[in-house]
DNA sequence: CCCAAAATACGCGGAACTGCGTATTGAATA
DNA sequence: TATTCAATACGCAGTTCCGCGTATTTTGGG
């Protein structure tokens, strides 16, 4: 079974370098590729029959940490490789938020790079030693990160809604609890979704989650 | 140049399938082995001189994560891989802190084990691809105690749908990302309703995430 | 090789949710 | 005072979800 793979990377020269280095793989198939986190999520759109994304950190327009969070948020099942030249903790650190499956450097050869694909798609993660390191590092001392990044303008009684919601309730059950009617939760709900931007319970509750909200 | 290598490892069979696989790399020298945290230290105070000791976490009197704590202490230029079996979040956490440098899962091959060694001694990490996922997830959720209380006998597929109704995918969509029909999708969530008890989405979310599956 | 479990697939009827209107009341405030 | 906004309330049409059957194929152990 061939593998379908995506590429983020905006520099066409390093591009170049690694498909030519996956030439070497024939089951490695390149369904697409990208400039930008943009880009890369328009063609997922079009076609996110993929195993696995190769994601640069340095993009324009959309960089590779907010790409990475988009993918995992739209298509849980794609992998996300992040692969770049660069190493400091704090890419490390969001991009292992962002929920990326491993973080290669960019000067890790052909084999290398095929077998951190094998390892993650077969339910593992793979890092270069020197991210390794690094990732022991953070779990030994981690970096406070703080929170609340938005508010999204949501009220007092709004946000007591949310609660509600995380917990599974129903609209029936939520106007039973808060002694008011139906009709008035669903007015509150449609409210929140504005808001948030989203359209069902869950993505609420996710959003106002990562938020830091509820 | 020679690497000197320790071994800690109770079980005299799986003492000798290591010295085995490393009996291909005529390079590495075990220098001597010990049955248990104890020995080790005791083999150490008569001959320090080793780059790195390969550790076993299960061990009598004193195991892995202590005699990797003592060894750091004593001798922090010596580097420590751990060997474990499999599920083992608890330990994994405690080694980390404890200063190991990297972390095998037993099974691994010669070549593997051979290669964890040379990039641990070349100043990076190593870890299986099983162990690196588990450190992601530590990175990404520090020390939660009362994780995994309980799994329900959710199958890998289940938690997989979880994934995806944790962000508020539909039904329709899922089926689209996992390439399954949407019936099928209908009754996997039918399968995880029952296993946890509940008889909606955002019940069966939180209940997951409550106990550490998603 | 056989069995049990898991994964896959389909349909029906009813329940719950969602989008889009409309409307009233009270509190804050410009 | 006029206006804005939050909170309350209602209905309809359409969508999605849920519970309950049934059934086939794949897979992992014994």
Same mark, same amino acid.
């Given at each position: 079974?061939?593998?379908?793979?995506?590429?983020?990377?905006?520099?066409?020269?390093?591009?170049?370098?690694?498909?030519?280095?996956?030439?070497?793989?024939?089951?490695?198939?390149?369904?697409?590729?990208?400039?930008?986190?943009?880009?890369?999520?328009?063609?997922?759109?079009?076609?996110?029959?993929?195993?696995?994304?190769?994601?640069?950190?340095? /993009?324009?327009?959309?960089? +590779?940490? #907010? $790409?990475? !969070?988009? &993918?995992?948020?739209?298509?849980?099942?794609?992998? %996300?490789?992040?692969?770049?030249?660069?190493?400091?903790?704090?890419?490390?650190?969001?991009?292992?938020?962002?929920?990326?499956?491993?973080?290669?450097?960019?000067?890790?050869?052909?084999?290398?790079?095929?077998?951190?694909? /094998?390892?993650?798609?077969? +339910?593992? #993660? $793979?890092? !270069?030693? &020197?991210?390794?390191?690094?990732?022991?590092?953070? %779990?030994?001392?981690?970096?406070?990160?703080?929170?609340?990044?938005?508010?999204?303008?949501?009220?007092?009684?709004?946000?007591?809604?949310?609660?509600?919601?995380?917990?599974?309730?129903?609209?029936?059950?939520?106007?039973?609890?808060?002694?008011?009617?139906?009709?008035?939760?669903?007015?509150?709900?449609?409210?929140?979704?504005?808001?948030?931007? %989203?359209?069902?319970?869950?993505?609420?509750?996710?959003?106002?989650?990562?938020?830091?909200?509820?």
């Amino acid at each position: 079974m061939p593998i379908y793979i995506a590429i983020a990377e905006d520099n066409s020269f390093a591009l170049q370098g690694l498909k030519n280095r996956l030439a070497k793989h024939p089951e490695i198939e390149i369904k697409h590729t990208a400039k930008n986190g943009k880009e890369l999520l328009k063609n997922l759109q079009k076609n996110h029959n993929i195993d696995l994304v190769l994601m640069d950190l340095q /993009m324009p327009e959309m960089d +590779g940490i #907010a $790409a990475t !969070s988009a &993918v995992k948020t739209k298509y849980p099942q794609i992998k %996300v490789l992040i692969l770049t030249t660069f190493d400091d903790d704090e890419n490390l650190f969001n991009a292992i938020l962002a929920g990326a499956s491993g973080y290669l450097l960019k000067e890790d050869n052909g084999t290398e790079i095929f077998q951190a694909i /094998m390892d993650t798609l077969s +339910g593992g #993660a $793979a890092m !270069s030693p &020197v991210i390794a390191l690094k990732t022991l590092q953070l %779990v030994r001392q981690p970096i406070s990160k703080e929170q609340k990044v938005e508010d999204f303008g949501l009220t007092q009684r709004e946000i007591e809604l949310l609660t509600q919601l995380k917990n599974g309730l129903t609209n029936e059950e939520i106007a039973s609890n808060l002694h008011i009617s139906y009709h008035t939760v669903r007015k509150h709900i449609e409210n929140i979704y504005r808001k948030l931007q %989203v359209g069902n319970k869950l993505k609420a509750v996710k959003k106002a989650s990562d938020n830091g909200i509820v």
